[in-house]
């Protein structure tokens, strides 16, 4: 038997021991294809998985296939259901951080822009459902691995299982308070409550998961997502020299991507979607007086369109912006990639004082600038792609005001739109001393019924988790 164990780093009670062997997917219909991974296990003609068929290995390629569609579903989004599409945590973090605008007219999108959620947000509660049951997907398709194969380490499609796993603690751990309460679901359909996890503990788990990744036989593509992914939770604690080493080997060529079609809505982009077909999202540009400049200082990194050029979004009034990154339904997204390693290694070098000419900190961020990577340029539909770009200097860091704002803003262009910018805006406060308020759109708000902005900085977790007799709220809402 396969087990998982929750790392309770921060000494809150003993560990919880999740059993993934008992835990099987039934129902894996409607299929994301994939991208970007073209090494991984070959899936020929996916369909539903019956239960008659569930203890046999041949079942693992299409129950692999099933969550990591329920795991994009909760990352990326889709263009099911109404009201501008079912929204992943690129959509919601970066509406609560400073990459999108609202641009329509649902409050529970309204009150998230406005930093001021609460925990009975409809909308917020999809979400949050949604990251668990692509968790539950993925850790549940490692234990039918676990189950069906006398051993499991030899496969990939293990690893790649526990390598979603980690992002899913990670996403949760970046995106929501301290406290977020795990349960597992039983083989009869029950449920084992799980008790509120600290934001420590859900690294600490996602590390764990990537360990094991890690220690299974793998392909070079799932190897490199496992130590990206580990590398990010230790950077989100801190280990800054830790995550470097840890991301090391990673080419700068690297990229886990999950994609999109137009077979069905549930297998659009979402973001996409959401952005330019329903027009609810809006690229932003210095909200709130503290905000990014993402459009008003060019980059070929960020590019976006207004067209025509009055346009407005779904409310009849909010300037709508239109991303080019992802350039129609079908556009594939990045989960981890080889960029996101050396900006890692930039910023160990930055912590370690070595931001001089010649040094790790502009070298890291130069190679990427010297060499686009071409997953910058797939989907981009109507727009150039981004060419080599000019080396940064120290004149560079001291036009930025040093190197944190230099560094925060190569990550803000090179990871825009990947649910990576309201983590590092967190960061900045928590481990960079920034005051929330220099770092998060605040000072008056465009939308009624909101005359300023609030103070969020993270989600709540949402009432239904009431239902958790182990759960009575967050721990606290800190960065």
Not at 4 to 22: E, I, V
Not at 71 to 79: K, N, R, V
Not at 422 to 444: C, H, K, N, W
Not at 454 to 471: A, M, R
Request: net charge negative.
């Amino acid at each position: 038997m396969t087990t998982l164990t929750t790392q309770a780093a921060s000494g809150r009670g003993r560990p919880t021991r999740f059993l993934l062997s008992g835990l099987i997917v039934l129902t894996v219909a409607l299929l994301l294809p994939l991208s970007g991974c073209g090494d991984l296990l070959k899936i020929n003609d996916p369909d539903i998985v019956t239960p008659g068929n569930l203890n046999d290995p041949s079942v693992l390629p299409t129950i692999r296939a099933g969550a990591i569609g329920d795991f994009d579903l909760s990352y990326s989004g889709s263009g099911a259901q109404g009201s501008g599409g079912v929204e992943g945590v690129i959509m919601i973090g970066g509406m609560l951080g400073d990459e999108w605008v609202n641009s329509e007219t649902f409050p529970d999108r309204i009150a998230t822009d406005a930093r001021r959620n609460t925990t009975d947000n409809a909308s917020m509660q999809t979400v949050f459902r949604n990251l668990h049951r692509g968790r539950r997907a993925v850790e549940s398709a490692a234990a039918s691995y676990a189950s069906l194969l006398a051993d499991p380490t030899t496969d990939p499609g293990y690893a790649e299982m526990l390598g979603l796993a980690g992002l899913s603690y990670v996403f949760f751990a970046e995106n929501y308070c301290s406290g977020v309460p795990v349960s597992q679901a039983n083989p009869d359909g029950t449920l084992t409550y799980g008790g509120p996890l600290t934001t420590t503990e859900l690294l600490d788990t996602a590390i764990a998961r990537f360990n094991l990744a890690l220690a299974s036989t793998a392909t070079a593509s799932i190897v490199n997502l496992a130590l990206v992914g580990k590398a990010r939770a230790q950077n989100d604690l801190g280990q800054f020299a830790a995550a470097a080493t840890t991301v090391a080997p990673v080419a700068l060529s690297f990229a886990y991507t999950v994609a999109h079609d137009e077979n069905t809505a549930r297998q659009n982009n979402g973001i996409f979607q959401a952005n330019v077909t329903n027009e609810r999202y809006s690229v932003a540009d210095r909200e709130g007086i503290n905000g990014f400049p993402y459009r008003f200082v060019a980059d070929p990194r960020t590019p976006f369109t207004r067209t025509p050029s009055n346009d407005v979004g779904f409310d009849g009034g909010t300037p709508q912006f239109d991303n080019l990154r992802y350039g129609d339904r079908s556009a594939t997204v990045t989960v981890a990639t080889g960029a996101e390693a050396l900006l890692i290694s930039a910023e160990a070098a930055l912590q370690a004082g070595d931001t001089l000419a010649g040094g790790g900190f502009l070298t890291g961020l130069n190679a990427i600038r010297a060499a686009p990577p071409a997953y910058f340029n797939s989907n981009r539909v109507g727009v150039a792609a981004v060419a080599p770009m000019a080396a940064l200097t120290t004149a560079d860091i001291t036009a930025a005001g040093g190197a944190v704002n230099l560094l925060f803003a190569e990550r803000a262009r090179w990871l825009w739109l990947t649910a990576h910018r309201l983590s590092d805006m967190r960061r900045l406060i928590r481990q960079y001393g920034r005051a929330t308020e220099s770092v998060f759109p605040t000072g008056a708000y465009f939308k009624p019924p909101y005359p300023t902005y609030g103070t969020d900085v993270n989600f709540p977790v949402p009432i239904d988790e009431l239902n958790n007799p182990n759960f009575t709220s967050c721990i606290d809402r800190n960065p």
